[in-house]
């Protein structure tokens, strides 16, 4: 069978369905069938098999979700692990001097390598940002993951980035439905001025386009936009316009009480990444308050050179271990919560929770499984707090997106992964021999 293409039913059937739907049903066993891309059922005990049948057996697997990244840049797995323990505003230099030598078609070979690490982790939807869009979001479209993509807008070359933003919206669309399809990323409120904001706001208001933007990551963010009038980060984006349910705002590390009340009343939402702040910045967001405040909160990996992984797994267990240090207080940030940051609040995030997000019939089967017999995550008691704090995603073994299995048994379908690797060495011998 050519998993490339769905078969008419698949029915995964013997596992532990985690559905995250509205009353968070888990069937221990239960049942998914997938036809086509979409859900049709999902269940408790077998579903009655037809004859043309797909019968995939997860028993022993733990079936959820798959997970959504509300915050990353695929491509930039190539310039992981470059530099380690840079100071504060030293950031760029993670990636430099070799970003400058990279070629487009290196990003693209990036994202294939960045995308098919996520989809081993069991990440089947990612936020996703960067220049070069044109040869990213095809790559994003091939490695089969689901994407809302955004080109990178800021004050330098900001009519050309603007003709590319516009230019991205045209090729994908901004139909939630679509597996693929473009959103509006503003830099963010120190490298864009007042006038782009805006600008970016009537745009998202003409196209219908969803805004995702850099928000507050650091002190000299901070600084230069004090240095323009503005009080903080998020009060220059009330001014502009730029606060709503349709905005996702990355980090939100350097936000007062008064900030984090108009997040919460706007509807904005903020995508999380503490191991990437913890490692640039040395700080943590100030979740537990947002979340007491009624901030909605999903959760993203951030760029590779500073995470290092790919791994929403692992994500999880850092926003809980640091979200409780960063309050003084070990209550906050549940395993319950964090499981729904990754799942049906990520999602809700992107606008796709029509689509994705939950096990539930009517989205679209992106379904992930996950092997429950590793030692690591013995014995079973609490599924969240398993998920939570002792999953990898190396756990995962197999992953639907639209119906598609891509994953089988922790191997790539539809990659030539010797193939990848040879890329990925041929770029870096020619990156590391300074040739352009
Ligand atoms: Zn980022």
């Known amino acids: 069978m050519d998993d490339r293409h769905p078969p008419a039913r698949q029915v995964l059937t013997g596992g532990v369905v985690v559905t995250?739907?509205?009353?968070?049903?888990?069937?221990?066993p239960g049942t998914v069938v997938i036809e086509g891309g979409a859900i049709t059922a999902v269940g408790p005990g077998p579903a009655a098999s037809r004859d043309d049948d797909v019968i995939v057996d997860c028993g022993g697997h733990l079936v959820m979700p798959g997970l959504v990244n509300a915050h990353t840049h695929t491509c930039m797995a190539l310039f992981r692990g470059l530099r380690e323990d840079a100071p504060r505003d030293a950031w760029a230099g993670y990636t430099l001097p070799h970003q400058d030598r990279a070629r487009p078609e290196d990003y693209y070979w990036g994202t294939i390598l960045g995308g098919l690490e996520l989809l081993h982790n069991g990440v089947t939807t990612v936020a996703d940002r960067f220049g070069h869009m044109d040869v990213i979001a095809p790559a994003i479209?091939?490695?089969?993951?689901?994407?809302v993509v955004c080109h990178t807008v800021a004050d330098r070359a900001r009519r050309l980035e603007l003709d590319r933003a516009r230019a991205l919206i045209e090729r994908w669309g901004v139909d939630p439905a679509r597996r693929v399809h473009a959103g509006l990323g503003p830099h963010a409120p120190d490298t864009c001025s007042d006038d782009l904001l805006r600008q970016i706001r009537a745009l998202a208001n003409e196209t219908g386009a969803r805004i995702f933007i850099?928000?507050?990551?650091?002190a000299s963010e901070?600084?230069?936009?004090?240095?323009?009038?503005?009080?903080?980060?998020?009060?220059?984006?009330?001014?502009?316009?730029?606060?709503?349910?349709?905005?996702?705002?990355?980090?939100?590390?350097?936000?007062?009480?008064?900030?984090?009340?108009?997040?919460?009343e706007t509807g904005t939402w903020v995508a999380h990444c503490p191991a990437s702040n913890a490692k640039i910045e040395a700080r943590v967001a100030p979740v537990a308050a947002m979340l007491r405040t009624g901030v909605r909160v999903a959760l993203g990996t951030d760029w590779a050179p500073t995470n290092n992984g790919m791994d929403l797994f692992d994500e999880m267990k850092t926003a809980g271990l640091l979200g409780k240090v960063g309050a003084d207080d070990?209550?906050?940030?549940?395993?319950?919560?964090?499981?729904?940051?990754?799942?049906?609040?990520?999602?809700?995030?992107?606008?796709?929770?029509?689509?994705?997000?939950?096990?539930?019939?009517?989205?679209?089967?992106?379904?992930?499984?996950?092997?429950?017999?590793?030692?690591?995550?013995?014995?079973?008691?609490?599924?969240?707090?398993?998920?939570?704090?002792?999953?990898?995603?190396?756990?995962?073994?197999?992953v639907w997106v639209d119906g598609r299995r891509l994953i089988r048994d922790g191997q790539a379908v539809h990659v030539d992964v010797p193939g990848l690797l040879d890329e990925t060495a041929r770029i870096w011998r020619r990156l590391r021999a300074g040739d352009a």
Not at 20 to 28: C, Q, V
């Open 141 to 147: 479209d091939t490695v089969g993951l689901r994407a």
């Open 330 to 398: 070990p209550t906050v940030l549940p395993v319950a919560r964090l499981l729904e940051m990754t799942t049906i609040e990520g999602a809700r995030a992107l606008g796709i929770d029509a689509h994705a997000g939950s096990l539930e019939a009517g989205k679209r089967a992106d379904v992930i499984a996950l092997a429950m017999d590793g030692l690591h995550l013995q014995p079973w008691h609490d599924v969240a707090a398993t998920l939570v704090y002792s999953a990898k995603g190396q756990d995962v073994r197999h």
């Open 214 to 218: 850099h928000c507050a990551q650091s």
């Open 222 to 264: 901070l600084a230069a936009l004090r240095a323009r009038g503005h009080e903080g980060a998020v009060r220059c984006l009330r001014d502009t316009g730029l606060l709503g349910s349709d905005v996702v705002a990355a980090h939100c590390l350097y936000v007062d009480a008064d900030e984090i009340r108009l997040l919460a």
């Open 20 to 28: 995250m739907n509205p009353t968070r049903e888990i069937f221990a």
